[in-house]
């Protein structure tokens, strides 16, 4: 029953997006670029006679905290190029006012900074690309665009190239211009590319873009973007390989271990970058080494749930939509985290060595995107993990204006593994859950196979916006109720924003190179979900907007019963001066799939598997003004918790010396108080870090983080000297501390250098 009411969702999604993507895209702007007739001297003058005689994009439109008006500071936009670079010249008019700098560290906090950017489809199909920002201060930043620039998280700035640029500050205005090698990014030589431009004048809280975009949508989407007309096709590069090896060296100790163990370790090894064609990449890694990605953020996760970290390390990135957007947050086929990173045998998160990794990934047509991963791991014993092969394909077709259906296929092989070594590898990624009367039963699977179809279907102004998948896992030991899917749909305009779905989980599907965050809590689950948000915009006041919104959501297991209830009713201040307020009830319900405890399993009584537990919460957030040299983010909420109460307090500190660094705080508060026996606890994590750019080439950051659930101190430094575009000299010490007197347990000092080299 519920199966079918699933595909009648389905079919009714399809049906409704089939109709509303047929409109078409209102922009209707055109931008011209003429290749140079001379050389482009890189001095933010913009004096040569092919600056002087390219198109403008000009007349940048108010996007917040407005959009009915013509920017009070303009800006213009030229382009043109030669063989080997596309040059973009920016000039942003302004006053004498300092300008907002968080620092001068590339890749810097797009919120947090005045720029300007250009973004770029450079697939004309509105839903991929890349963008490149600079600063006042010439700090550069680059990213990718996926899912047509529709949300916030679809512009993943990890992705670092090789680029060029210079910027002079000028009385009235700063003019920056970019040398952009055809080399550093994918593209089709074709005709016409989707193009924006947005500049972010945080100074004066004022979003401005060359397309007129409504405030409800980002300006930086393709569905607001006009179109760049070569005159001359891009130039196809004959040879575009680029070899980037490494040097790494190490030294650790570990006072944990008995006897104490002290190691050294020199590595080398090697990424290349190989242009099949201008839109169609081949990555090749050889014994890869991510020392210099920084540590993950701790949490305090009180949830029974596993917290989900982002990817930070860079082989895994371009392109990843295609891999990592697969199915919904409830079940993800392929989480490229499962590669290299587990947990050992005393649950702290440890490397797995990689031999080896292959990835093609771009665009074969205009239509149609591919990307393929093979990776092999060794063997790490301390983990539980023998060596294993992961084989990840994806292939993609886009159709209408900003819509696509993909099919993925995920194969994780661990290799010359018998039934006999079950013993000796005993790792939650190489375990298969099995619900017998509510018990979790742990039995050896040797091989897991994902295959998942998925399907975004975007109108082509953003108004609505359909996402649904389908998939299944299979392995030796089953054989049934290995499925997942689900259907979501959204609809936004100028002052309100509807979604809604529904998803469900099979109790034996299991995506072990994937995110599935039920596994060993549900016997299968269910989700329903829906919400709303009303936008007002006051008129005369110093509130931006402000309004109402409510979120509800269902767990159901099978045979129907509700194991989950939330709903949350909130209201929302954006204030003209960047500062919100917001104010939230919430009221939730649980009834326990399993045994478990919050924080101390072996000290106090569990929460039993069957019981019911019903409470109610409020909170409040609050962001200052985030222009002051001094600003801060602070939330709070009390209220129930299961069988007691629980009273949070989170957010953060910060403090900008402006531009060469700032220092922060990050902090965390739990006072727990639970029923007789269940536990009385104050939880704490706080998390100091201060960042240093002595100049938009040296970096150093330092951190401390001190979490009392995981009763652990981290500190952890990183140098780096960008001494050349995308070449690296990185220095990282680590050290972890027992709180009481800051003992220490173990410490490594790194060294990595890495050379981008061009064949």
């Known amino acids: 029953m519920r199966t079918t009411l699933l595909k009648t969702h389905l079919f009714l999604f399809f049906s ?13 702007m055109q931008l011209p670029i003429k290749r140079t007739t001379a050389p482009i001297v890189l001095d933010g003058k913009l004096e040569e006679d092919d600056w002087k005689n390219a198109f403008v994009a000009t007349d940048f439109y108010l996007n917040y905290p407005i959009d009915t008006a013509l920017a009070p500071y303009q800006s213009e936009a030229r382009l043109t190029f030669d063989d080997h670079n596309l040059y973009v010249a920016f000039v942003c008019y302004d006053d004498a006012s300092p300008d907002l700098m968080q620092s001068l560290r590339r890749d810097f906090d797009f919120d947090g900074t005045d720029n300007m950017g250009v973004y770029l489809g450079t697939f004309n199909d509105r839903i991929n690309g890349f963008y490149f920002q600079i600063t006042p201060y010439g700090v550069q930043a680059e990213g990718l665009i996926t899912t047509g620039g529709s949300g916030d998280g679809s512009y993943p700035i990890t992705w670092d190239n090789k680029w060029y640029s210079k910027v002079t500050r000028l009385e009235d205005r700063w003019v920056a211009e970019l040398a952009i090698p055809f080399k550093s990014f994918r593209y089709k030589s074709i005709d016409e590319w989707n193009i924006t431009f947005l500049r972010w004048d945080r100074k004066r809280n004022l979003v401005s873009s060359w397309i007129a975009t409504p405030i409800q949508f980002i300006p930086a989407s393709f569905a607001y973007s006009g179109q760049l007309m070569w005159t001359d096709l891009p130039p196809i590069n004959k040879s575009n390989i680029s070899l980037i090896p490494y040097v790494a060296g190490s030294a650790s100790r570990d006072k944990e271990t008995k006897p104490i163990s002290k190691a050294t370790d020199l590595q080398t090894g090697f990424d290349a970058k190989i242009g099949i064609t201008p839109a169609l990449n081949l990555d090749l890694t050889v014994n890869p080494d991510f020392s210099q ?24 990135l371009e392109n990843s939509d295609l891999l990592a957007d697969g199915g919904f947050p409830e079940s993800r086929p392929f989480f490229s985290r499962r590669i290299g990173l587990a947990l050992d045998s005393s649950g702290s998160l440890t490397k797995v060595p990689i031999l080896y990794g292959a990835r093609l990934s771009g665009s074969v047509t205009e239509k149609w995107r591919v990307s393929i991963l093979n990776m092999r791991t060794k063997e790490k014993l301390s983990a539980g993990l023998p060596d294993q092969l992961y084989t990840v394909a994806a292939v993609q077709r886009n159709f209408w204006k900003q819509s696509n259906i993909s099919l993925m296929y995920v194969d994780k092989q661990s290799l010359g593994v018998n039934e006999e070594d079950t013993l000796k590898y005993f790792h939650q990624d190489l375990l298969k859950y099995r619900f017998t009367g509510g018990d979790s039963i742990a039995t050896f699977s040797k091989y897991n196979r994902v295959f998942s179809a998925d399907a975004d279907l975007r109108s082509a102004d953003n108004t609505w916006y359909t996402s649904m998948f389908y998939s299944g896992s299979f392995d030796p030991l089953t054989d049934s109720k290995n499925f997942a899917g689900g259907a979501f749909v959204r609809y936004t305009k100028r002052t309100i924003n509807i979604f809604g779905g529904q998803s469900f989980v099979q109790k034996n599907y299991h995506a072990e190179a994937g995110f599935v965050p039920s596994r060993g809590v549900y016997p299968g689950v269910s989700n329903l979900f829906g919400g709303a948000q009303l936008t007002l915009y006051p008129k005369e006041s110093k509130i931006a907007n402000m309004g109402p919104g409510v979120d509800v959501s269902y767990t159901i297991i099978p045979g129907g019963l509700i194991v989950d209830k939330n709903f949350s009713l909130g ?104 029923a007789k026996g269940y536990g009385d606890e104050e939880l704490f994590l706080i998390g100091p870090r201060l960042d240093l750019t002595f100049t938009d080439k040296l970096f150093l950051t330092t951190f401390a983080q001190y979490n009392d659930l995981a009763d652990n101190v981290n500190l952890n430094a990183r140098f780096q000297w960008r001494y050349r575009p995308a070449s690296d000299f990185f220095l990282v010490y680590t050290e972890n501390y027992l709180p009481e007197k800051l003992v220490s347990k173990n410490k490594a000092l790194v060294f990595k250098f890495t050379y981008w080299l061009n064949l």
């Open 571 to 674: 209201y929302q201040f954006n204030l003209l001066n960047t500062s919100s307020l917001e104010l939230e009830f919430n009221h939730n319900y649980s009834k326990l799939t399993n045994s478990f405890h919050p924080f101390d399993e072996e000290n106090y009584i569990k929460f039993k598997e069957g019981e019911e537990y019903d409470w109610n919460s409020i909170g409040v957030e609050y962001n200052s003004d985030q222009r002051n040299v001094f600003n801060y983010r602070i939330e709070t909420n009390l209220g129930g918790f299961y069988n007691g109460t629980n009273f949070n307090v989170n957010g953060q500190l910060n403090y900008r010396y402006q531009p060469y660094g700032s220092f922060s705080v990050r902090f965390d508060y739990n006072d727990l108080k639970l």
């Open 293 to 316: 990605v920084e540590v993950d953020r701790q949490v305090i996760n009180l949830t029974r749930f596993e917290f989900q970290f982002p990817e930070r390390r860079q082989f895994f």
């Open 16 to 28: 409704v997006c089939a109709m509303v993507s047929v409109a078409q895209n209102k922009s209707g």
